[in-house]
């Protein structure tokens, strides 16, 4: 599709006609120091001219109609927003509620959000014929576990109190390039991915999802960037309260009169920092240091918190032109076995025609990137999606839904250690599920805690053994399970196994299952999904309506359709046998085939 993507900022706008397919640029747009005496604006590769000093709001709608000119028939426009708050966690089609909504979130992203919103509202209005997507950079960071998302207040202070994480089209972007460069599937990576640029930020990706991320409620939290300050002792703002300043004296010193442009002196941009570190600024070399040790620090901790590190991604204006800052940041890692070639860091170049450029040292266990991140055709190919399913017309489709209680797969080694040598799997009844079966056998879960009894053990063995329990469960052991896809058990905790022939501790083997639909390949063909895709499933229950989100597809031609969910959302939703949900595929939604959230 031919898709126009718009990146207003409140002094500058970059736009884009694109084939949401290839990323082939039809029309192309930058408008700098909007506003100031030495506005520009450029045309592709034309030399740039000035432009009036108008705010940007005055001159969106002429600068809108020429580009949906000069771009011929476009089928979408994508246009990027900050900031989506709770409630956009995914590229959604704007109608005038939600173009309302975005508004509504200015508080939570001020220096974004306002430009943001008046790139939506001259659009519509220059475009009115075709679908209109906003692609919000928090959306990527919807995967961010409880853990990471939550401050350490009183969660009734402030209603909007929790980690947001940004620059995620970018994250998201990049992370899929690089694996694609790696040879492996995104899903099996885990990858730290550093957006460096004026505003900077560093992403923890695991198996595809984002698990942590350095920006916060705001942008301000995090690394060191061109003018906003980063982490900050909360006790350094109270100090600068307390000498007179007002909110808005500190926010405005906070976001831009800190970061780079505080400490050097200079305007934040980072190849002046260089030039002038290169010849002594004391100032200018302490910035550099500030950036890449704060950098260096997430760095380390994202690697331990996801358990390791496969890649370390470079990206964004500093990520991909700065050998120095990369030098300065890889110093020091090589005990997480990243390992940097210097001649290889100083050739590094990356474009649309070759985005990936391998920095590495030969026996690096731990691959370092430059990738070029092209965030216009990230949003290029999220509003493509959203407009095809929008044009889509489909019949409702239903699933049956199952309730899945506590249960336990073995395999046959546990079997016999726990009900005697030689013993077998017992079957009392058959489940919906082809081949599978209710054994008469039980067992104790035992936690750190207390334990769960009788809990039924399913049939026939697997290869790995797994006790799937709802979150009440979990709490009840006293374990902090991960959410995992049935068969998905590496580095989960482990609890003992009591049966009467002898008990057996795992080292690893307890999840609380995702919520998942089983479908044959035909029946994922009529639905219009594909094995891995993540879709929504509303029902009606009377009172309890609830729509689940994050259900993933299965796909075998050994399954039946069928939607399983734990007893704890069966109840949220007062489920009961033979009940039926709507299946709605959600647009833009990578596909993953693990899938983790504690």
Known sequence: MRIATIN???????????????????????????????ATIRWNDAPAVPLPAKGIEHILGDLFTELFERGGSVQAVG??????????????????????????????????????????????????????????????????????????????????????????????????VAATALGAPLESLRLITCHLGSGASVCAVEYGRSVETSMGMTPLEGLVMGTRSGDLDPGLVLELVRQGRDVDAVDTLLNRKSGLAGVSGTSGDMRDIEAKAAKGDERCRLALKLFAHRL?????????????????????????????????????????????????????????????????????????????????????????????????????????????????????????????????????????QPGQFACEETLTVIGPKRSLERVRVLGPTRPKNQIEVSRTDEFWLGVDAPVRRSGDVANSPGVTLEGPAGSLTLSEGLICAARHIHMTPADAEAFGVKNGDLVEVRVDSNGRDLTFGDVLIRVSPKYALEMHVDTDEANAAELSRRDEGLLIPTEGTARLTRLERR
């Open 8 to 38: 207003c900022g409140s002094s500058s706008l970059k736009a884009d006609v694109l084939d949401s397919v290839t990323g082939a640029r039809f029309v192309r747009l930058r408008a700098e120091r909007v506003g100031t005496d030495d």
């Open 79 to 176: 246009h990027r927003v900050v900031h989506g708050g709770e409630r956009f966690v995914r590229p959604t089609l704007i109608d005038d509620a939600v173009a309302e909504a975005i508004e509504s979130l200015i508080p939570l992203a001020p220096l974004h959000n306002p430009a943001n919103h008046a790139g939506i509202v001259a659009a519509r209005a220059a475009l009115p014929s075709v679908p209109h997507v906003a692609v919000f950079d928090t959306a990527f960071h919807g995967t961010l576990p409880t853990r990471a998302k939550h401050y350490a207040i009183a969660p009734d202070l402030l209603p909007n109190a929790r980690r947001f994480g940004f620059h995620g089209t970018s994250h998201g972007y990049v992370a899929r």
């Open 296 to 432: 260096r620090k997430y760095i380390g901790a994202y690697a331990a918190t996801m358990g390791g590190v496969d890649a370390i991604v470079f990206t964004a204006g500093i990520g991909q032109n700065s050998p120095g800052l990369r030098h300065r940041v890889a110093q020091r890692l090589d005990f997480l076995g990243a390992h940097l070639d210097e001649d290889r860091n100083r050739d590094a170049k990356v474009d649309a025609a070759a985005p990936v450029f391998d920095i590495s040292g030969t026996n690096a266990r731990v691959k370092l990137l430059v990738v070029a991140t092209d965030e216009a055709r990230a949003i290029a190919e999220h509003a493509a999606a959203v407009a095809q399913e929008a044009d889509a017309v489909q019949a409702p489709k239903t699933i049956p839904i199952a309730v899945s209680a506590r249960h336990i797969h073995l395999t046959q080694d546990a079997v016999e250690a726990l009900f005697g040598p030689g013993h077998t799997l017992t079957p009392r009844n058959e489940l919906s």
